[in-house]
């Protein structure tokens, strides 16, 4: 098994190279060796550094296709799963990784990749505001909380089709926790009792994430 999976590490590689960088299929061929490389990594000894290029190379695809395409859309999603797996610094993030392109791309995502379950992932993380890649510029609301939960619930739903409730261990009920979570967190927020309290625990949470964002991107440049 090893042996195969360098086999095809090795021939999706000799290919980039002889494709010319504006081969209309080579977003397509970064994107395959982007998974290649990332189904590698628990079996190598340098895994970590194999999550790094698999999401390099992801981000490759993403500006390689032609925006709104299954391929340009499919690449983003894998770049974003990736980014969850591995440390993803200020210097590895591309210039248009920002809340606001961010939300419009994960909402373009969905568009184009209606029945992917990582695309409605990507969709509800963005809205949770459920990474520290990105400094977003104000708190996550109740309303955002609630439009988490559902594309959790669609991801949950597209994952394992009409049983997603009947499979205990499977990621399709770990979604459905997630957005049973979040229903309850977007209900406290708008309780009139402990709204106030809910919301300031949620602009704590939002400070802090900012705060790890800002000191990392300062770590960076003082390196």
């Not at 395409?69 to 993030?93: E, F, G, P, S, Y």
Request: contains cysteine; hydrophobic residues 40%; positive net charge.
């Amino acid at each position: 098994m090893m042996k195969e999976r360098k086999c095809v590490l090795k021939k999706l590689r000799q290919l980039l190279q002889r494709m010319p960088p504006t081969h209309p299929a080579r977003a397509d061929a970064l994107l395959k060796l982007s998974v290649a490389v990332f189904s590698f990594h628990d079996s190598a000894e340098n895994g970590e550094s194999n999550k790094k290029e698999a999401y390099v190379l992801a981000i490759a695809a993403v500006e390689a296709a032609t925006e709104g395409t299954t391929i340009w859309a499919q690449a983003l999603c894998v770049a974003w799963q990736n980014c969850k797996t591995t440390t993803v610094t200020q210097a590895d993030r591309p210039s248009w990784w920002s809340a606001a392109e961010m939300r419009r791309r994960a909402k373009l995502c969905c568009r184009t990749l209606g029945t992917s379950t990582g695309a409605w992932i990507f969709q509800g993380d963005i809205l949770d505001q459920a990474t520290r890649t990105i400094r977003f510029e104000r708190a996550v609301t109740s309303a955002e909380k609630r439009a988490a939960s559902v594309c959790y619930t669609k991801a949950a739903m597209i994952n394992d089709g009409e049983q997603y409730l009947t499979h205990p261990s499977s990621i399709a009920t770990k979604l459905q926790k997630l957005a049973q979570r979040l229903r309850e967190a977007a209900q406290d927020m708008e309780d009139p009792k402990i709204g106030e309290h809910a919301r300031a625990a949620m602009q704590k949470i939002f400070e802090a994430h900012n705060e790890e964002a800002r000191q990392a991107a300062q770590e960076e440049v003082e390196a």
